[in-house]
C-alpha cells in the first residue's frame, strides 16, 4: 500500500512553499493549529446534541410529545452499536453471495494489469484467504445502499422534518458517489499498474503476488470510493456547525492542497504530479460542488424577536 516517504514530504513541502509562499505557510501553521482547536471545541458539544435527540418512542409516534424523554449518550452508543452490527452482517450476506463469483472478481481486477499479467500464490491459504478478500470487497460495495441507511437512519432522528425530506436523496447520494468513486479508481488503475509493471524492466524479474496486489487493488478502489463521499462528509460537519461555509469559500486552497497530498498518497506511480492530478480532479469539483450545496443546509442565524410596543 502507499505510504509516506521522505520523498513525499519533500514534494509536498516544496509545492506548499511555492503555492503559500513563507509568510503564508507561517499563517497556514496557525491557522491549522486554530482550526484543530475549533474543531475540538465544537466536538466538545457533540454529546450535548445527541443527548437533544428524541427517544424511539417519540420517533414512532408512540410517546407524549409534550413530555418527551431525551436519550441519553449510553443509550446513544448502544443505538449504534446495533446499526454497526446491522450493516456488518449485511456486509457479510453479501460477501459470502460474493464469494462464489470470486473467480469473475478476480479476473476484472486483473483486467487492468493486461490480458497475459498472471498472479501467484505462495501458501496453502491464500486460496481461501485471496478469495474472502476479494468477497469482502464485493460485499462492502453491494452492501453499500444499507450501511448508508442506517448511517443515515441514525442521523435522521436528531433532524427537523424539514431535514429529514433531505435523508432518502443523501442516501442515494452516498451511494452513488461510492459507486462512481470505486469506478473512478479502477479506471486509474488501468494506466498505474502498466505503468508500475514496465518500471522493472528487463533486469528484474518480477514475480507478482496475489495478495499483495488485490491488496493494492482493493485499497486504491476503497479510497477513491470514500474519497467521493467529500460532499457528503462536508455538508454534515457544516449541518451540525463544526464547520463554516464562509470558512470552505476562504480555505480553497489549504483544501486542494490537502487533496493532492490526499491523490498523491494514494497514487503509487513514479510520476508525482500528472496522476495525482487526475485523481484530484474530481474531488476539487465536489469539494465545489459541496460547498455550494452549503447554502441549502447551512443553519440559519436565528432572528431576533422585535420588542413588543408598550401603549401608553
Same mark, same amino acid.
Given at each position: ?43 466538545? +458539544? ?8 428524541? @427517544?424511539? @418512542?417519540?420517533?414512532? +409516534?408512540? +410517546? ?7 436519550? #441519553? ?13 446491522? @450493516? ?7 460477501? #459470502? ?60 432522528? +436528531?433532524? #427537523? ?13 452516498? &451511494? ?5 468513486? #470505486? ?91 500528472? &496522476? ?37
Amino acid at each position: 500500500m502507499p505510504g509516506l516517504d521522505p520523498g513525499h514530504l519533500i514534494l509536498f513541502f516544496l509545492i506548499a512553499l511555492i503555492v503559500f509562499g513563507p509568510e503564508r505557510m507561517q499563517e497556514l501553521a496557525r491557522s491549522l493549529g486554530k482550526a484543530v482547536a475549533e474543531f475540538q471545541r465544537a466536538s466538545q +458539544g457533540l454529546p450535548d446534541l445527541l443527548n437533544e435527540r428524541p @427517544s424511539a @418512542s417519540v420517533e414512532d +409516534g408512540t +410517546g407524549d410529545q409534550s413530555g418527551e424523554r431525551r436519550m #441519553t449518550l449510553i443509550e446513544h452508543i448502544a443505538e449504534l452499536r446495533i446499526r454497526i452490527v446491522k @450493516s456488518a452482517v449485511a456486509i457479510l450476506v453479501a460477501a #459470502t453471495v460474493a464469494y462464489f463469483f470470486s473467480d469473475e472478481i478476480l479476473r476484472l481486477l486483473k483486467a487492468p494489469a493486461g490480458a497475459d499479467f498472471q498472479i501467484n500464490a505462495f501458501s496453502p491459504m491464500d486460496g481461501f484467504v485471496i478469495r474472502w478478500k476479494v468477497a469482502l470487497y464485493g460485499g462492502v460495495v453491494l452492501a453499500s445502499p444499507i450501511w448508508a441507511y442506517e448511517l443515515l437512519a441514525f442521523i435522521a432522528p +436528531g433532524l #427537523t422534518a424539514r431535514e429529514r425530506r433531505f435523508v432518502f436523496p443523501m442516501l442515494v447520494a452516498m &451511494a452513488i458517489l461510492f459507486l462512481l468513486g #470505486t469506478v473512478f479508481g479502477y479506471v486509474m488503475l488501468s494506466g498505474m499498474v502498466r505503468i508500475l509493471v514496465d518500471m522493472f524492466g528487463r533486469e528484474i524479474n518480477y514475480l507478482p503476488n496475489a495478495n499483495q496486489y488485490i491488496s493494492f487493488v482493493v485499497f486504491f478502489m476503497l479510497a477513491c470510493g470514500l474519497a467521493f463521499e467529500l460532499p457528503i462528509a462536508v455538508l454534515a460537519l457544516v449541518k451540525v456547525g463544526i464547520l463554516k461555509a464562509d470558512s470552505l469559500k476562504r480555505q480553497r486552497r489549504i483544501a486542494y492542497f490537502l487533496l493532492f497530498v490526499f491523490a498523491e498518497l494514494v497514487t503509487p506511480v513514479a510520476d508525482p504530479i500528472v &496522476a495525482p492530478m487526475i485523481v484530484m480532479t474530481p474531488l476539487v469539483i465536489l469539494y465545489e460542488a459541496a460547498i455550494f450545496a452549503t447554502r441549502f443546509v447551512a443553519p440559519r442565524p436565528e432572528r431576533k424577536a422585535a420588542p413588543a410596543s408598550t401603549s401608553g
